[in-house]
């Protein structure tokens, strides 16, 4: 939630920020007017309330006629208090239900534009070339049946289109990467953790998947949602508490199951695995303050990337557009590795930095020096999840239709350096 003494002084940076990211700034104005009324039924509330104080000293002392004409003062005053209070709660309930719409500001340093405008930062790795090899790569489906290691025809017998089995070595070569995530994590900090999938809908909406998303899956009874991402959990972990960052920033390590319904991409990546309603993450969340956001977020950015190489993958870091940053963020990179049957970067890895934005709306906050309470920042990033698997399977392929298994990996498969094919 943007803070509400910024957008009622400043609203020019709240429309700027909505330019960038292709949105109507109309929003601005709804919001300010709400704010103005919200503000005035709770002074007008407050008024009546204090005379309604007044009035009862009044009457204690009041004898006669005095007293019975401030008797009956009384009554209507208190029907008065009554509709103002009523009145305050639904300025109160607007302002709120409007200002919750509002996204995140966005950094001046973040490309302005839509989804296919972002800047490459750097690239890493070269992409393999086939052709030099004399063989032409499968995709990892084809790979992945060749190995044992997914089945999407059974999966869909049994959920529906996007959902698959991971068996033998697709099993073992995600569980081994969400293992050496968590390895990895721990080592520089990270408390490891195994959250809910299930949450709350304060919880969701305070995260901003609510308002910017329609791809949840929801339970009516009770009204739950079930979690896209780790992140969604951790941000609710703190819900209105103070926290101690005193030692520098809290950081969690979630792994989990995730659930999304792709909405909006029908007829995309429906081969594979690459969008599915069903997979598994480790996300790296962080809580610090707002002065050391923006680093936090490099510190994230660069364990991803530690990931990857272990990975030894070719992949390419890009600083998100405006248009395509979501609710939450105020700045993105994503991790794209190189995809050979496709011919292009795909995103394997995300860090936002969502600022103050998803602690306003939950509640959480930290003592500054001055022992004054303000918001905390939250941040969040992929350190593995099972779409990786794609680019493994297609980087490392060899012309039989064997892979060769990242060194790293190699001890979360029997110690196997090549996965060799079970059926042709």
Request: with cysteine; hydrophobic share 40%.
């Amino acid at each position: 939630m943007i803070d509400a003494k910024l957008l009622r002084e400043n609203p020019d940076v709240v429309r700027a920020a909505l330019t960038k990211r292709g949105e109507s700034t109309d929003l601005v104005d709804q919001i300010l007017v709400a704010d103005s009324e919200r503000r005035s039924s709770i002074s007008a509330f407050e008024a009546l309330r204090a005379e309604q104080k007044t009035l009862g000293k009044q009457v204690a002392q009041a004898k006669g006629d005095e007293r019975a004409a401030l008797l009956e003062r009384t009554k209507t005053l208190a029907a008065e208090v009554k509709a103002t209070d009523a009145a305050a709660n639904d300025a109160e309930r607007r302002f709120s239900e409007l200002a919750e719409g509002l996204p995140n500001l966005v950094s001046d340093e973040a490309p302005v534009g839509g989804e296919a405008d972002f800047r490459v930062v750097e690239e890493i790795g070269k992409p393999r070339d086939f052709s030099a090899e004399g063989f032409e790569p499968r995709d990892h489906l084809e790979l992945g049946e060749l190995l044992g290691a997914i089945d999407m025809e059974r999966g869909a017998k049994v959920s529906g289109a996007r959902f698959y089995f991971l068996k033998g070595v697709g099993m073992l070569l995600q569980l081994g990467m969400l293992q050496l995530a968590i390895q990895q994590a721990v080592e520089n900090g990270f408390t490891p953790m195994i959250t809910p999938t299930l949450v709350k809908p304060e919880v969701m909406g305070g995260t901003g998947y609510l308002s910017a998303h329609d791809d949840v899956y929801r339970l009516d009874e009770p009204e739950l949602y079930l979690t896209g991402t780790s992140e969604v959990a951790l941000a609710g972990y703190h819900m209105d508490e103070i926290l101690d960052l005193s030692n520098g920033p809290i950081r969690y390590a979630g792994w989990s199951s995730c659930y999304r319904k792709e909405a909006g991409s029908h007829g995309k990546d429906t081969r594979g695995i690459i969008r599915v309603h069903q997979f598994d993450k480790v996300e790296m969340f962080s809580y610090c303050s707002l002065e050391d956001a923006a680093a936090e977020h490099l510190r994230l950015l660069d364990w991803e990337k530690q990931m990857l190489d272990k990975m030894e993958l070719s992949y390419r870091v890009i600083d998100t557009a405006t248009g395509d940053l979501g609710q939450s963020a105020y700045r993105k990179f994503d991790c794209e590795a190189w995809v050979p049957t496709q011919g292009a970067y795909r995103e394997l890895t995300s860090t936002s930095n969502c600022t103050d934005f998803q602690a306003r709306r939950l509640n959480i906050r930290h003592r500054d020096a001055d022992g004054k309470t303000q918001p905390v920042a939250t941040l969040n990033g992929t350190l593995a999840t099972t779409r990786w698997i794609v680019a493994i399977l297609e980087t490392h392929q060899l012309a039989d239709g064997s892979v060769r298994v990242p060194t790293a990996l190699q001890p979360y498969v029997g110690g196997r350096e090549v996965l060799e094919p079970v059926s042709k």
